[in-house]
Every structure is written in structure tokens, then in C-alpha cells.
């Protein structure tokens, strides 16, 4: 296990005057698994790259353990990467692949003097001696690798005759069996059908207990990121957008790039005015004062927030549909429906629902995603009024709590909360 400590890491390539990666900072704690999520070409190969050497680094500074790796080479990194692509020798058994790192990597034993002490060089760090592994050394560690994988059976196999979830298997034992202080592992399910990953992704949580590793894993995917990361790093275009727990990142999202990253179905964004009342502030919302919680309140007391106009975000599954319209509820009309089995989601047009492009503003040339909105509610203890309105395509009501509420600057897109 080790700490990894990214410094003010930047990526140039080649003539491009915009980095790849810019001011990249993060602190990853012994053991931790930290997951860099973002859309496709928004850096986070290239920063794990980075940090196993594959990459220059064009500006700043990568530590593991404390001591900074920026000139060192990848293989005396004592990290160990697995890729979306396997990569496994075709002319080799499961077994020899997975022993082949081993058979390179050699052992490291500390020289003794005749009593049998260890020998220190003058700055005071013992002298050690490069040897290759015993037969018997290789086959211990290949046979834990494959027990704590559970592929003991296939070790006698050529990869061809293994399942895409069996071949990835393999291509973690080989990474494993070299104990690296740090694992890192880019895209490693993307190559598997949905069903494969699921279970995949179960057996990465698995593998997580039983591995004591820092573990850095890269992915778009942001279901991945939630059920796996200690921490999410979500990155656009380069640069860290916010950094934190799957909790922090869902409930308090920094920006509306966040907010719509993280979550399925997206979280529904409003254009809506931020008011001052006697008790504090609240949003207007097609003509309706929304409440917001005391926690806001303070915070936007703390900024002297001026009137204006906000974005407004609530998630589908917070939405609260009324059985009839009052001075409190809001109303949209029914577009479709979706049946997901325990719930539905609910198309709706709503005049003030706005989307907004990948850069974080505010989408005013694509019409046709513009006044759509989505409620997911459950189907038990639907009310029968309700349930009518949205198979025919009427008007539904709905209201929202003050602690879902999600308010963001309508130019800059950051959280204001
Ligand atoms: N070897 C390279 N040479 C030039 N540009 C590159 C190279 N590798 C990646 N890039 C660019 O750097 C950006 C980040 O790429 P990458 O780190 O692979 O993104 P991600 O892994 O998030 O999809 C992209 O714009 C990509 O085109
Ligand atoms: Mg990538």
C-alpha cells in the first residue's frame, strides 16, 4: 500500500497549446480505491499514465510513498496497471501469464554480513541484491492469485478458450501476483457486455477487500464510479470539476456539470429567480415561492446573494406528484411514459425546464431538448387520479422539499450553495 500525491500536474502534447491535463491536484490515502470519471478525452488516461510512468509530465509533481516519481522509471514504480484491452500472451497458459511478471520482475533480498545482520551502505539504507524468483516462489504466488481470483481451474488454459469476464480475471492475477504498492486500472470493464460488467464490478469490490492496495481506477461510467470509489474525481475537458465521497458528490454537486454527470436520469434543471422574502430568500418558480431550507439560507445570508435569475435543479426521483393543483404545485403536461418495472418515468413538458450544453452554459440553439422535464415515481401507492392523468397524456402537479432543491449561478453554472 502507498499514498500518491498529484502537485500542480500538468499534460501538454506535442504542439497543442491546451493541456490535457491541467493543475491537477489530489491526495490519495493508503489504501484507498479513487476513481477518475469524465467523458470520454477529458484526461484520465492520461493522468493514470502519469502516474505509472507511461506518460511524461509535462509540469508539477507525482509522489508515491512520499517520494516524487516524476524521473522513475515505470517498472521501479512498484505499480501495477490493467487496461480495457487484456493484452495477454495468446501462446501462453493462464498459469505462465500470470507468472511472466513475476519471471521479470525479479526479488529484491537485503545482503547479510557473517552474522547473519543486514549490511548499510554510508546514507544508511541497507544494501540489497537484485535475484530471480525460485520455481516454487513463482508457483506460491501464482496459485494465491488464482485462488483469490478463483481461476485456479483455468490456469492450464490459452486464453482463446476463456470468457471476456475469465480473460479480464487474468489480466488482474497478472497484475496482483506482483503485490504493487499501487494498482491501477483503466477502463477494465468496458470491453464486457452489461450483464458481465454488473457482475464484474461486484467482484472488483471483492477483490478490493481481499488486495490490500491503493487503487486508482479510470471509467466514463458514472454507475461504476458511484458503487466503487471511496472518492470520485470528476473531471471535464482536463481539469477537476469536484472531488469527493459518491455521497457528496450526488447530494451537493459543485456545478451543473456535476449535477448532470452523476445520476440517472439526469437531474431536471430550471430557469427559475432567486428572491428575497421577510425570513431570507426564495425561488420563483412559474409564478410558485419555493421554500428553501435553512442550511441555503445561511449560506446565501454568508454571500449577500443579490435577486437574479438561477438554475433551479431537482433530481427525477425527488419530485412529488400531487393528486390536484393548489397555490404550492407546479403543473406539467404528460409527454410519455416509461415503464421500468417498480417505477415510471414520467416525460413531461414544463414552459421553465431548460437543458444545457456540455460547457456547463446554458443551450439555447437545441430547441428540441428545451421544456422537458422527468419524474420518476414509484407504482405502488400510485394514486388512481394520478396514475389516469399520466396514461392519457394529461397535466400532472407536482411540489419539491426544500432539501433537494439544487441552486446554481445561470451564468457560471456553480453550485451557490
Ligand atoms: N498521445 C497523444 N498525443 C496527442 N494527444 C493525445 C494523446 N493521448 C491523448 N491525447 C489527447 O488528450 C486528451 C485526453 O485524452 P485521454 O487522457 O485519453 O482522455 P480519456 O482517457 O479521459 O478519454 C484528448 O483530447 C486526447 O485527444
Ligand atoms: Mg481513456
Redesign the pocket.
Known sequence: MANVSLKGVY?Y??K?PKP??SDFNLEIQDGEFIV?V????????????MVAGL?EISEGEIAIEGKVVNDIEPKDRDIAMVFQNYALYPHMTVYDNIAFSLKMKGLETPVLDEQGNPIFDKKGRPVVKKRRYTKQEIDEKVQEAARTLEITEYLKRKPKALSGGQRQRVAIGRAIVRKPKVFLM??PLSNLDAKLRNQMRAEIIELRKKVQTTFIY?T?DQVEAMTLGDRIVI?KE?VIQQIGTPTEVFNSPANLFVACFIGAPQMNLFKAKLVKTEKGYAAMLDGVKLELSAAVNEKLKAQNAEEREIILGVRPEHINLEKSPSDKTLTAKVDISEMMGSELHVHAEFEHAIKIKDDNKKDDESEKDQKKMIVRTPLLGLPETIAESIRTGGEIYFTFSPEVMHLFDFETGNSLT
Request: proline content about 4%.
Open positions: 499534460k502534447y506535442d497543442n490535457a491535463v477518475f469524465g467523458p470520454s478525452g477529458c484526461g484520465k488516461s492520461t493522468t493514470l499514465r506518460e483503466d477502463e479510470v466514463h473531471m482536463g
